[in-house]
């Protein structure tokens, strides 16, 4: 069984960037810049930004469909990246570097099983919650934070 990880889009978010602080504060964003290496993880690149990248840290709805598990948390972005495309059954370093909390839906958006995985386990828990036929999707969140990191699909 096969997997891919996808990150999000870039087009949605390029745009704030060039929004001043008190834009963003009415939209309830911050903008930024990066002080702590491995403290930012950007859900654009699936890399953790550098010291010294403008960030934005926002809401995202992760799960907008209409289902008792809808869902949104905060997420940061990095300026001027590149949407990651890791290749089918990769887990990148960003997301082997923490604590995960896994989360499988039903073609119906609901949350049928979860687990938590530390990094040497991500991969062998996709793969045990997509053994489960009925699961259509996974989420994958920080375990700490509770932040939404990528979605999952079979492939």
């Known amino acids: 069984m096969n997997f891919k990880i996808s990150a999000l889009s870039p087009e949605p ?3 704030l960037f060039s929004l001043s602080d008190t ?3 009415h939209r309830n964003i911050l903008k930024q810049t990066v002080t702590e290496a491995f403290s930012t993880p950007c859900r654009v ?3 953790d930004a550098n010291i ?6 926002l809401n995202y709805q992760h799960i907008n469909e209409q289902t008792p598990f809808q869902a949104a948390h905060a997420i940061y972005i990095r300026k001027g990246v590149k949407q990651a495309h890791p ?5 990148p370093e960003m997301i ?3 604590i995960v909390s896994l989360r499988s839906f039903d073609s119906q958006h609901m949350m049928i099983a979860a687990d938590l995985a530390t990094a040497e386990q ?3 828990k996709i793969l045990t919650l997509f053994s489960n036929p009925s699961a259509s999707y996974l989420h994958l969140h920080y375990a700490k934070q509770g932040c939404y990191i990528a979605k999952v699909n079979r492939c």
Not at 52 to 57: A, F, H, I, P, S
Not at 87 to 91: H, R, T
């Open 13 to 15: 978010f390029n745009a």
């Open 23 to 25: 834009q963003l504060k």
């Open 96 to 98: 082997h570097s923490r």
């Open 87 to 91: 290749a089918v059954n990769e887990v």
């Open 45 to 47: 690149s699936l890399e």
């Open 52 to 57: 010294g990248d403008t960030v934005l840290l």
């Open 122 to 124: 991500v991969t062998s």
